[in-house]
């Protein structure tokens, strides 16, 4: 009955394997393609580390035409370690995260071409440059003759059709990453505030006599 018994105990594992074949090998499957994303995620981050000190040496000291530097640089160096901080396991942004920060995204990116700035250049030309951190959508038009900013700006308003619109999608899509970069410190700095709150909570109630 014993040599029985320990035959059944043994075989028991092989037969449940076979009742699922190509779960270990999906299980398996799956932890490397988590680990690949992982890995991938990790050096993402450490690109966007040495990107936005990059960009924060880079514009010093910041003289006003190159005032998006800094700017876009902090977002970067706080997305980058905000990312090897959900790297970590515990701290992954699941999809609502990402759902966020794509959200985020293309708000941050559309509701920055509120603003502007504009200029007469090339004697006869006026032009106005939208979009934050960087200007990637530009309408132009040509000029009568040389005035003023405040009246060439009128005559773009009075003229529509003449209008010329060019889009910059490699800047733009380095504005969506600003702002991709900001809803990551945002779903980061949220869970940091829930997981504080809940700590000093279960603190409160170990406390009470």
Request: hydrophobic share 50%.
């Amino acid at each position: 009955m014993d040599g029985a018994g320990s035959d059944a105990g043994v075989g028991r594992p092989d037969s449940d394997v076979s009742r699922f074949p190509g779960t270990m090998e999906n299980l398996t499957s799956r932890l490397n393609g988590q680990t690949l994303v992982g890995g991938m995620r990790s050096v993402f981050a450490m690109l966007s580390l040495a990107g936005g000190l990059y960009a924060l040496v880079i514009g010093w000291p910041y003289p006003a035409d190159l005032a998006y530097y800094p700017v876009f640089g902090t977002a970067a160096v706080l997305g980058g370690v905000c990312l090897l901080l959900a790297a970590r396991p515990g701290w992954r942004i699941g999809w609502r995260g990402w759902a966020w920060v794509a959200f985020l995204a293309v708000v941050g990116t559309t509701f920055g071409l509120v603003i502007s700035t504009d200029g007469v250049c090339c004697m006869h030309v006026y032009s106005v440059h939208r979009g934050y951190p960087f200007r990637w959508l530009h309408d132009s038009t040509e000029l009568p003759s040389l005035m003023p900013t405040q009246q060439a700006r009128t005559v773009m308003l009075g003229r529509p059709d003449a209008v010329s619109r060019t889009v910059d999608w490699a800047v733009a899509a380095v504005d969506a990453l600003f702002w991709a970069y900001l809803g990551v410190v945002f779903v980061v700095a949220t869970r940091l505030i829930r997981r504080a709150v809940a700590a000093l909570g279960g603190e409160a109630v170990g406390a009470r006599p």
